[in-house]
């Protein structure tokens, strides 16, 4: 079954090569660099990974990354690349955002979360309007995983449902 989704998954991406007439056509790749870069962490050993992207509905400009650190929480940095926060909330292996979240069907708020491998769960904060972090995490959501590992969020306009997506090592 594995062999037969990746070549079904190869034969999409060489029709999607194809033009009109059936000839393949030359792809052009670009090289893309960095602007600025985030400040290291303060641990030395694979911690940062996996940045999501905060857009500020007020000033787009005050915008923030916030990102798991892999032996200690969520770090969150400014556009700039500075540290200006960090939650120690557990080993985040995975962080996701979802701006526009209905709770209790009528306040509007704005979702990070990720999963936690220092007790194999999900961590939901919810971002203030300042930028800042709570945890709102209505008790323990355990995932059941021996190792929990990737994680997303899936946020449906249509029945206002929120589904966290967490995979194991």
């Known amino acids: ?8 998954f190869i034969l999409m991406i060489m029709a999607a090569c194809q033009n009109q007439t059936g000839n393949q056509q030359n792809v ?3 090289g893309v660099t960095a602007d600025v870069e985030t400040e290291p962490v303060s641990y030395a050993d694979d911690a940062a ?4 992207i905060w857009i500020n509905p007020a000033d787009p400009t005050k915008s923030l990354l916030i990102c798991s650190n892999k032996q ?30 209905f709770l209790n069907d009528s306040v509007q708020v704005d979702i990070a979360a ?15 309007p300042d930028g800042t972090l709570a945890d709102i995490t209505a008790g323990i959501i355990q995932s059941g995983f021996s190792e929990v590992y990737g994680f ?3 946020y449906d ?3 206002k449902q929120l589904d966290a997506i967490v995979n194991n090592k």
């Open 49 to 52: 990974d996996d940045p999501a």
């Open 72 to 101: 200690s929480g969520i770090s969150v940095y400014n556009l700039q690349g500075k540290t200006v926060a960090e939650y120690p909330v557990g080993k985040i292996n995975n962080v996701d955002v979802r701006q526009g979240i």
């Open 152 to 154: 997303c969020l899936y």
């Open 1 to 8: 079954m594995k062999r037969l989704i990746i070549g079904i």
């Open 157 to 159: 306009l249509k029945s």
């Open 28 to 30: 052009n790749f670009i």
């Open 114 to 128: 990720g999963s936690n491998r220092t007790g194999n769960t999900i961590t939901i904060m919810q971002i203030l």
